[in-house]
């Protein structure tokens, strides 16, 4: 399989609604909202020929190591409010009104930070939170859940076993991946993430940078790259190329794209990027994605690994799943890329933006990649 697919269905700009500033003022309204950094890691571009790289950098969000906070915050705030008619002014008086609807449950399957997010909210508010999570989870990812004072239940089966069985549960269900009869939610989460744009947007301008040309943007269910699309291609004025990745071991929605209607993945699609390892795309991403993404990048273990590597002697802390975007943009440098960067004439003029959504989300990981030139062994 290549490692590549040019999407020929894309378009510069897509009709969806523009994203308001209404998820970047929820957050700054929460308790220890800081905007993630926004790196400039020029000798890289410069090296390899380019204009610029800046790489977003989610490893703290407030204080979780993970950008996924910032949907399931926007999310559960809103599906809360609907539900019980709650009016409030501040974060203290919308818990009170909470403890008064007596037992309130979130629920929610994950692969780690989502779950995590969830979690961390429910805490937030006085709530208890059920998190589903497949066999195959790290042990650090199910303490750092349970941290958060949620229920971890482990499923015999993979993500999208864990999601099938999240979906079934007497609670308010706060899940990022959309399926039938149930994509309102998982659309609230993804204008959580516009709060990230938002951010980008000023510090660019605060430093005086030139925007984006090219964008690459981790997949997984669809729901943060639906995000990404949203704002670049409907809400800002300028249309980057947008370029979406994937590991090598878990192509859903390169497949789906390719066979132009939603697939699942068959057999095991494990990768060491446990945030991107899904087997089905969200049926609210598949359309924005068959619109909006310019072309689909496919990474292997190694490559995160290598990738995570690099961005620690920027002194940039990004996980396996963090990593996979920076990893895509190194494949893209290389010379199996020269087919895609001839196809979007990108040149030495070229400005990059990548996201690392995560940190060290695997401390032990995390330490093994820092302290081996062996990487295959980790896989």
């Known amino acids: 399989m290549s490692n590549f697919l040019i999407n020929s269905r894309a378009q510069s700009s897509i009709n969806l609604p523009p994203f308001s500033t209404r998820a970047l003022e929820f957050h700054r309204s929460l308790p220890v909202y800081n905007a993630s950094p926004l790196h400039s890691v020029k000798n890289i571009a410069e090296f390899y020929g380019y204009n610029n790289i800046y790489v977003k950098d989610e ?65 937030l508010l006085g709530l208890k939170a059920r998190i589903y999570v497949p066999k195959h989870t790290k042990e650090s990812r199910i303490r750092a859940i349970e941290s958060e004072g949620a229920q971890v239940i482990i499923i015999n089966g993979n993500y999208d076993k864990a999601v099938e069985i999240a979906s079934k549960q007497d609670a308010i269900i706060i899940q990022d991946t959309g399926y039938v009869g149930y994509e309102d939610i998982p659309k609230y989460i993804v204008e959580g993430y516009s709060t990230m ?67 699942t993945l068959k057999g095991r699609y494990e990768s060491v990027m446990a945030g991107l390892s899904c087997g089905r795309i969200s049926t609210i991403s598949f359309p924005i994605l068959r619109e909006g993404v310019d072309a689909f990048l496919l990474v292997s273990d190694e490559q995160a690994l290598k990738a995570m590597k690099v961005l620690a002697k920027q002194n940039i802390v990004s996980g396996e799943s963090g990593a996979a975007s920076f990893a895509a943009l190194v494949l893209l440098f290389s010379e199996e890329g020269s087919q895609i960067r001839e196809y979007y004439h990108i040149d030495d003029s070229t400005n990059f933006l990548v996201f690392s959504t995560e940190g060290a989300t695997d401390p032990f990981m995390y330490s093994k990649v820092m302290n081996t030139n062996n990487l295959k062994e980790l896989i």
Request: proline share 6%; net charge neutral; with cysteine.
């Open 59 to 123: 490893s703290n969000r407030f204080t979780l190591p993970a950008f996924k906070v910032l949907g399931a915050s926007f999310a559960t705030f809103k599906v809360l409010e609907q539900k019980f008619n709650i009016k409030y002014s501040t974060i203290d008086e919308f818990k009170s009104e909470l403890a008064k609807c007596g037992g309130l449950e979130l629920v929610t399957a994950t692969d780690g930070n989502h779950g995590r997010a969830v979690a961390f909210i429910a805490r």
């Open 197 to 263: 744009f938002w951010e980008i947007e000023e510090q660019l301008s605060t430093n005086d940078l030139p925007n984006p040309d090219v964008i690459i943007a981790p997949i997984g269910v669809g729901s943060f790259i639906s995000a990404v699309i949203q704002f670049y291609k409907s809400t800002s004025p300028y249309h980057p190329i947008i370029l979406g990745v994937e590991p090598k071991k878990a192509p859903c929605a390169l497949e789906s794209i390719r066979q132009d209607l939603i697939i």
